[in-house]
């Protein structure tokens, strides 16, 4: 079977932010299948679907309590079914997010495992406390405990993210196989594979207490373990290798060393991963404490990563990351100039490109004027948790402004029209004020428009077998400006030159012929104009 994801580029829909059809507020997947033309003609060629499964939705959907229903909210298992059909004669993919670090405590596994007695006990990893305390001092992803008492058996459950969140326990050999039929039910439905959620903490090596840290306390008992390896191995040879299908992994606090051991083809594991190193090089340790954007840490981690592994799964952007052009291009006078440069610097690398909806209109993070306007779990805990410890409510407010996984998920604007064309409805959160503005309708229209040059990038991405196949190498890294090369064969080769600030710039000698300019030059001169991305090379890129 071919590497058909190394040529594709992956887009990523929020279900619930993208397009509501029943005036209920939420989007769903008749609006997904309404759109579907829209996104062909984008030129993506594999969806990614955030889950749609049946959640009380206590961290949106990430919080399954029946893989193989369908959320009333997003429609019904026809509508998955049309929507796969309908995609595959538009030549589209359909990617499934798979959630199995974790299931919802309102699961029927969880349920029946909350009796001592049941077989699904072991399901989860239910322990006695120590003393009158949790079984060990671990901390979760979600500024919470790791372990929620339960009175009725006098144990506590783990559980690394939200309490609604168990974490599921694969000493038990009757989880994986549980988890091999939810895989085979999707692929069998014609799906093309799976974003796999948090996919490298599966296996906890001990429960043992964990070493103090400022964030997760006893990560190193199951972040990347040998057990986790195992498991993706036995996924690979018993479901994933019988299928026309690819896995990407979401894999937190990896190193390249890791992502290696995740990701060479030699493993047998995942095809791809998300690293995480790049995201976290505007922040102090963790995302709630930005430091300035610098384009040159930036570029230098994303350079190694690119040198580090065979295959990289590039993005900027997914629904819990803020908006890249708010966070690493300028989101007022030069949004539309940043975007598009951020746009030729993610399709420029070598790997797969993953887009979020919404990245390719130059959207910006919200503009919300307080807590009450947010809806994410992660956010409301980590504020709950700083007024804890006493930090002032305004500086609260400006690190939810920065850094809520909110500022991904205001729904898509379509048009400059009533609730941005999202729904008829109340939407299920604030639209950003800017949709007169930001709107695909518009931009559809704009030749000169951000999606506009999206289109573009993608269309010349598609012809390039050097940006498609070729090596990187970086050749200057400043808080000025980003310059790489892609190469094949030796002689063919193309310049990527990105200019990061608000001045026109030269960057230095460099030469050869325009090939694509976001600024409209045609005739290289030897500058660029404020947040220009140019891509240089000869007659024969
Ligand atoms: O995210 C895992 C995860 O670690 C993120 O929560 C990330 O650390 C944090 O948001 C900082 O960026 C995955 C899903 O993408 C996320 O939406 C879920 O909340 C989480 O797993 C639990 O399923
Ligand atoms: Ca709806």
């Known amino acids: 079977m071919s590497d058909w994801w190394k040529t594709e580029i992956v887009y990523q829909i929020y279900p619930r932010s993208f397009q509501d059809t029943n005036n209920d507020g939420i989007g769903d997947l008749p609006g997904i299948l309404s759109r579907l033309p829209e996104i062909k003609r984008l030129g993506v060629g594999i969806l990614w679907l955030s889950p749609v499964y049946a959640s009380p939705n206590d961290d949106n959907g990430y919080d399954i309590s029946d893989y193989r229903s369908i959320h009333p909210d997003f429609g019904t298992l026809e509508d998955m079914d049309r929507l796969i059909a309908e995609a595959r004669r538009l030549d589209l993919r359909i990617v499934m997010d798979l959630v199995i670090n974790h299931t919802s405590d309102e699961h029927e596994w969880f349920r029946k495992s909350r009796d001592p007695q049941s077989p699904y006990r072991d399901y989860y990893i239910w322990k006695p406390g120590v003393g009158d305390g949790p079984?060990?001092?671990?901390?979760?992803?979600?500024?919470?405990?790791?372990?929620?008492?339960?009175?009725a058996s006098g144990e506590y459950y783990l559980h690394l993210f939200s309490r609604k969140q168990p974490d599921l326990n694969y000493r038990n050999p009757a989880v994986l196989r549980e988890v091999e039929e939810i895989m085979r039910f999707w692929l069998e439905k014609g799906i093309s594979g799976f974003r796999c959620?948090?996919?490298?903490?599966?296996?906890?090596?001990?429960?043992?207490?964990?070493?103090?840290?400022?964030?997760?306390?006893?990560?190193?008992?199951?972040?990347?373990?040998?057990?986790?390896?195992?498991?993706?191995?036995?996924?690979?040879?018993?479901?994933?290798?019988?299928?026309?299908?690819?896995?990407?992994?979401?894999?937190?606090?990896?190193?390249p060393q890791m992502g290696r051991d995740l990701c060479e083809p030699s493993r047998g594991e995942l095809d791809m991963i998300f690293s995480f190193e790049h995201m976290e090089t505007d922040q102090y340790i963790v995302k709630w404490f930005r430091r300035r954007f610098s384009p040159r840490r930036l570029a230098k981690v994303i350079a190694r990563w690119q040198g580090e592994l065979t295959w990289n799964a590039n993005y900027f952007e997914n629904h819990d990351q803020p908006r890249s052009v708010?966070?690493?291009?300028?989101?007022?006078?030069?949004?539309?100039?940043?975007?598009?440069?951020?746009?030729?610097?993610?399709?420029?690398?070598?790997?797969?490109?993953?887009?979020?909806?919404?990245?390719?209109?130059?959207?910006?993070?919200?503009?919300?004027?307080?807590?009450?306007?947010?809806?994410?779990?992660?956010?409301?805990?980590?504020?709950?948790?700083?007024?804890?410890?006493?930090?002032?409510?305004?500086?609260?407010?400006?690190?939810?402004?920065?850094?809520?996984?909110?500022?991904?998920?205001?729904?898509?604007?379509?048009?400059?029209?009533?609730?941005?064309?999202?729904?008829?409805?109340?939407?299920?959160?604030?639209i950003n004020k800017n949709y007169s503005e930001i709107n695909y309708d518009m931009e559809d229209r704009d030749p000169d428009s951000v999606l506009a040059s999206y289109r573009r990038m993608?269309?010349?991405?598609?012809?390039?077998?050097?940006?498609?196949?070729?090596?990187?190498?970086?050749?200057?890294?400043?808080?000025?400006?980003v310059i790489f090369e892609r190469s094949l064969g030796g002689e063919r080769r193309v310049t990527v030159l990105l200019n990061f600030t608000k001045r026109t710039i030269r960057p230095g000698n460099f030469a050869g012929k325009v090939l694509l300019s976001t600024a409209g030059t045609a005739e290289w001169t030897g500058r660029l104009l404020p947040y220009e991305a140019v891509i240089l090379g000869g007659d024969d890129a």
């Open 135 to 151: 079984p060990n001092n671990w901390t979760s992803f979600f500024a919470e405990d790791c372990w929620e008492f339960d009175p």
């Open 458 to 481: 993608i269309r010349f991405r598609a012809e390039s077998p050097i940006l498609l196949t070729g090596s990187f190498r970086l050749l200057r890294a400043t808080n000025r400006s």
């Open 326 to 430: 708010s966070r690493f291009g300028d989101d007022s006078l030069y949004r539309s100039a940043s975007a598009k440069m951020l746009c030729v610097f993610l399709l420029s690398l070598r790997g797969t490109p993953f887009l979020y909806q919404g990245q390719e209109l130059g959207m910006t993070n919200f503009d919300y004027e307080s807590m009450d306007e947010l809806r994410d779990i992660e956010s409301r805990n980590v504020d709950k948790m700083l007024k804890r410890l006493h930090f002032p409510s305004g500086i609260r407010w400006r690190m939810m402004q920065k850094s809520s996984r909110d500022n991904a998920r205001t729904p898509y604007p379509w048009t400059a029209g009533k609730e941005a064309g999202f729904t008829d409805g109340t939407p299920w959160i604030g």
């Open 197 to 255: 959620d948090v996919i490298n903490v599966l296996f906890k090596d001990s429960l043992d207490d964990g070493k103090k840290k400022l964030i997760l306390t006893g990560s190193e008992h199951y972040i990347s373990r040998e057990g986790t390896h195992e498991i993706l191995r036995t996924l690979r040879r018993d479901v994933l290798s019988r299928y026309d299908c690819f896995a990407v992994g979401e894999t937190v606090f990896v190193t």
